[in-house]
């Protein structure tokens, strides 16, 4: 397991992470997964033993329930605080109040307090806002966020399924007023789903932010039960719950060639597919999820992959985004700007 530098805060996390959406199952969560608080245990347990200390959770997952589970299993391992860096998020609805949603200030420092109650834990390593709230300002959402670091409740912002401009936008007011910034932004991102690429990869490369891809086999899709003579796996969350959207022709294609290359190293579909996630440029840490230990042992295996120059080419050119404006008028007016 390596280990990278989350953006420039010297801070070192796993090249692999440890999602826990499958944890509980409570509510409309359950298509997700249901994993029982002894199972939850040894997943833990596992992730640890093969180095991974970077564990990523929400506050929305099976309505707190996750988080609960999650800060049992720590206490019950007697895993030590300084060997795990704990994410966690805030936005989802968690209650039916008017204000139990959002990036209020108000449900912001409210969110941070139930889920240190739920984890049992005494600061969160790193808070991420979990999506878009159209009503709230920028500006009052990074007052919030930076009311619950100066508390000394959060470490390190993060910030998830937002537009680069946005994040832009909001690192500026915090830059200007010495608040904190974010450090990582967590987006959905696969070898059939590249669109990050486009702007969010660009401008975290440039802004040393760390890309924390969620959903790496596209909702399990890439896991290798499906093909295209077999559109229902049985046993996978897509059957119940086809999230997130996907280019689905597009995406046999990629099986086909991903299951050609996993049989010459002699590993399965998803070992491939998550392997090129993991060493695409700006990439901090992959995150994975488990309903069970052998699927988690075939994730966390896939740091192990050694694919070649050639093949890695055959999945970009298979996987490659088509030309947008101004993405194509930038690349062809760079011609000629570069010393040779």
Not at 315 to 337: C, D, F, H, I, K
Request: aromatic share 8%; proline share 4%; hydrophobic share 40%.
């Amino acid at each position: 397991m390596k280990y990278n530098e989350l953006g420039k805060t010297g801070v070192l996390v796993s090249e692999l992470c440890l999602g826990t959406m499958t944890f509980g199952g409570k509510g409309y969560w359950q298509a997700i997964g249901q994993v029982p608080q002894d199972e939850v245990n040894q997943i833990v347990k596992t992730a640890i033993e093969k180095g991974i200390n970077f564990i990523d959770t929400a506050n929305a997952y099976s309505e707190g329930l996750s988080e609960t589970m999650l800060g049992i299993a720590l206490k019950a391992l007697s895993i030590p605080r300084q060997e795990v860096f704990v994410a966690t998020k805030v936005r989802i609805r968690m209650g039916a109040g008017a204000n139990q949603v959002g990036l209020s200030r108000l449900h912001i420092m409210d969110s941070v307090n139930d889920s240190l109650q739920r984890l049992n834990l005494d600061h969160i390593d790193l808070l991420y806002i979990h999506g878009v709230d159209p009503i709230t300002p920028l500006e009052e959402t990074m007052r919030g966020l930076e009311n619950v670091v100066r508390s000394g409740k959060v470490r390190y912002l993060g910030i998830s399924n937002h537009p680069a401009w946005m994040m832009m936008k909001a690192n500026g007011y915090a830059d200007k007023i010495g608040w904190t910034k974010f450090v990582a932004s967590q987006n959905y991102y696969t070898i059939a789903s590249r669109d990050i690429e486009r702007e969010i990869v660009p401008m975290a490369k440039s802004e040393n932010i760390g890309i924390m891809p969620w959903s790496p086999l596209a909702g399990g899709f890439l896991s290798g039960k499906f093909t295209r003579h077999n559109e229902v796996a049985g046993d996978s969350r897509r059957d119940a719950f086809d999230f997130p959207p996907i280019n689905k022709a597009k995406a046999y294609d990629l099986i086909d060639l991903m299951a050609e290359i996993g049989k010459k190293h002699n590993v399965s579909v998803a070992n491939v597919a998550l392997n090129w996630v993991i060493r695409q440029p700006g990439v901090t840490s992959t995150i994975i999820g488990a309903k069970n230990l052998l699927q988690l042992n075939d994730n966390i295996s896939a740091v192990n992959l050694q694919m070649t120059p050639d093949e890695m080419q055959q999945l970009n050119e298979a996987s490659a985004l088509a030309p947008e404006y101004p993405g194509w008028m930038v690349t062809r007016q760079a011609t000629g700007r570069w010393p040779d």
